[in-house]
């Protein structure tokens, strides 16, 4: 995959500039030059062939050659309603679903959890997606969303297959089409009884993803792939 480009604004005309970590990434550690061929995308789905025009100590001019719509995504939307991990944890977590082709993660703030993430730790976690995705290839970045209770989350997907992770039930994971899906990951603590039970009244499933006990990002992560996998990819 040759070297990919963020622009935080939409690319619409026949010029593209590229500012902040983009610029710098581009300038000082590619020590790109005019004339230089990058790829750029600006998260709303194709990816564009430009040739570096100008360079300034911040910013980047490029021209736009040729637009194209090149879908990497998974054919059905997928949501993971996530109670937090700690520290490091969140980078990779945040790493890995944008990399199995989650649509959107939703911070989830349960009984037993005990990160909840502001402005400044949300904005970080939304570079992580965006670094991700100039790896992996991904033109629509993962969303993610405002963090929701749990009573906000189990109300919320009223359309989607709802499922809940849940270490100890019977029920295992089964295919279930293209349906839109959400899966809900609890926290280190396990989520509450009567959490579960609640979602259960709201029409969710819950669901083992095998025998051990798994950290919150390895079951989100599991559950990612297990959802892609039943379903095709
Ligand atoms: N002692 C907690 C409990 O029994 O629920 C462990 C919580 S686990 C570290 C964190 C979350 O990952 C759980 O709330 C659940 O959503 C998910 N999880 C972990 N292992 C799982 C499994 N084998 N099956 C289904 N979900 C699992």
Same mark, same amino acid.
């Given at each position: ?20 970590? @983009? ?13 230089? +061929? ?12 430009? #040739?570096?025009?100008?360079?300034? +100590?911040?910013?980047?001019?490029? /021209? %736009? ?8 995504? =998974? ?19 945040? @790493? ?9 993660? %939703?911070?989830?703030?349960? @009984? +037993?959890?005990?990160? /909840?993430?502001?402005? =400044? ?18 033109? +629509?970045?993962? #969303?993610?969303?405002?963090?929701? =209770? ?26 279930? =089409? ?9 926290? #280190? ?5 009567? @959490? ?18 798994? /950290? ?18």
């Amino acid at each position: 995959m040759p070297d990919r480009y963020f622009s935080e604004t939409p690319i619409e005309g026949p010029l593209a500039t590229l500012a902040g970590s @983009e610029a710098h990434h581009l300038l000082h550690v590619m020590r790109a030059g005019p004339g230089d +061929r990058v790829t750029l995308f600006d998260g709303a789905g194709a990816e564009f062939d430009a #040739e570096v025009q100008t360079l300034a +100590r911040a910013t980047a001019t490029l /021209r %736009v050659l040729e637009r194209r719509e090149v879908s990497r995504e =998974s054919a059905r939307e997928l949501v993971l309603a996530v109670a937090i991990p700690k520290g490091d944890r969140q980078k990779w977590l945040v @790493e890995k679903l944008t990399e199995l082709g989650v649509t959107s993660l %939703v911070p989830l703030l349960t @009984e +037993r959890s005990v990160v /909840r993430l502001a402005g =400044s730790a949300l904005d970080k976690l939304r570079r992580n997606v965006v670094e991700a995705s100039k790896q992996c290839g991904r033109n +629509r970045l993962m #969303e993610i969303t405002a963090p929701r =209770s749990w009573n906000e989350c189990i109300e919320g997907f009223p359309e989607h297959r709802r499922l809940v992770a849940h270490p100890g039930v019977a029920a295992g994971l089964t295919a279930g =089409s293209q349906t839109p899906t959400v899966v809900a990951v609890g926290p #280190e603590g396990g989520l509450t009884d009567h @959490e579960v039970e609640l979602a259960q009244q709201h029409g969710w499933r819950p669901i083992a993803l095998g025998p051990r006990i798994l /950290r919150i990002e390895t079951a989100a992560i599991a559950a990612a792939t297990l959802v892609a996998l039943a379903d095709g990819g």
